[in-house]
Nanobody, 115 residues
Framework: QVQLVESGGGLVQPGGSLRLSCAASGIRFSIYAVGWYRQAPGKQRDLVATIFTGGVTNYADSVKGRFTISRDNAKNTVLLQMNTLKPEDTAVYYC?????????WGQGTQVTVSS
């Protein structure tokens, strides 16, 4: 059974940082493209950052220079370091893994940026 489990969300003040973690079981993360998505209330789910199997990364314009996605293959985990957080970053953040038609989602973790 494949599971993706996100953690690390919470409440942070504007300008603060959080690090999200997505831990996989049942699949080998290193052969999957892994993306972080977010969904704010009443809005669609948007792609935030992706890391491909070769280590290439891609970011939404709204988070470039503030967020960093990385892999820890030994721990079968993908991280999202989020710095200089803004209120508009508030959303539920989801982890997604995809490869050759297989597509898996985590349950999400809430990130709230507020003073």
């Amino acid at each position: 059974q494949v599971q993706l489990v996100e953690s690390g969300g919470g409440l942070v003040q504007p300008g603060g940082s959080l690090r999200l973690s997505c831990a996989a079981s049942g699949i080998r993360f290193s052969i999957y493209a892994v993306g972080w998505y977010r969904q704010a209330p009443g809005k669609q789910r948007d792609l935030v950052a992706t890391i491909f199997t070769g280590g290439v990364t891609n970011y939404a314009d709204s988070v470039k220079g503030r967020f960093t996605i990385s892999r820890d293959n030994a721990k079968n985990t993908v991280l999202l370091q989020m710095n200089t957080l803004k209120p508009e970053d508030t959303a539920v953040y989801y982890c997604n893994a995809r490869n050759l038609g297989r597509n898996f989602w985590g349950q999400g973790t809430q990130v709230t940026v507020s003073s």
